[in-house]
Every structure is written in structure tokens, then in C-alpha cells.
Nanobody, 116 residues
Framework: QVQLVESGGGLVQPGGSLRLACAAS????????MSWYRQAPGKERELVAG????????NYVDSVKGRFTISRDNAKNTVYLQMNSLKPEDTAVYYC?????????WGKGTLVTVSL
């Protein structure tokens, strides 16, 4: 079965950096687009970044362009989100996502808190 396990969240000061990782299993990772979403308290879940199966195409929500970088290692079945210049408004639970056989799969998420 599809499993997505996020890691790397934590408490960081404004301007700091974190690197999130998502370990995937249960499907042919190298064949699928992967995405990172986030959900802040009281807000809807939003797409943060996506990456195509071969890493040739990436996309970002405007609010993180120039600060976040999505990447993947198909040999390790892992997708990453490098987050730099973090802001308090980046505080959220971050989720890994794959759309597989007409269904969205989610991990349990990892909490990122940006605060002094």
C-alpha cells in the first residue's frame, strides 16, 4: 500500500532554514509527480510545490518562489523541500502528496513553526 512519511519539521527562527523529506513506498516512485502541501491553523490546505517524475518540471506557489526548492531522489524514493528565509506565515503542517490511480495519498505531515 502507498505510504508517505514526512520528516524534518521543527521550530526555527524567522530567516532560518529547514529541509523536509518525504519517504515514499508502495508504488513506483520514479513514475509519479510528487507534491508538497501545507495547512496553517484555521486555513485550507494549499499546494506549495510540485515536481515531475524526472525532475524536469517544478512549480511553486507565489508566496514561496525564490525561497523554497523542491527536489527528489528517485534512487531513494524520497522527495525533499528545502525551505530558506522562513517567515512566520510559513508556519503550518507540511504534507507530502501523490496522485496515484485516481486517488490522492497523504502522509501524516510534519509541523513547521517559524517563531522567535
Amino acid at each position: 500500500q502507498v505510504q508517505l512519511v514526512e520528516s524534518g519539521g521543527g521550530l526555527v527562527q524567522p530567516g532560518g532554514s529547514l529541509r523536509l523529506a518525504c519517504a515514499a513506498s508502495g508504488f513506483t516512485f520514479s513514475a509519479y509527480t510528487m507534491s508538497w502541501y501545507r495547512q496553517a491553523p484555521g486555513k485550507e490546505r494549499e499546494l506549495v510545490a510540485g515536481i515531475s517524475s524526472d525532475s524536469s518540471t517544478t512549480n511553486y506557489v507565489d508566496s514561496v518562489k525564490g525561497r523554497f526548492t523542491i527536489s527528489r531522489d528517485n534512487a531513494k524514493n524520497t522527495v525533499y523541500l528545502q525551505m530558506n528565509s522562513l517567515k512566520p506565515e510559513d508556519t503550518a503542517v507540511y504534507y507530502c502528496n501523490v496522485f496515484y490511480y485516481a486517488k490522492y495519498y497523504w502522509g501524516k505531515g510534519t509541523l513547521v513553526t517559524v517563531s522567535l
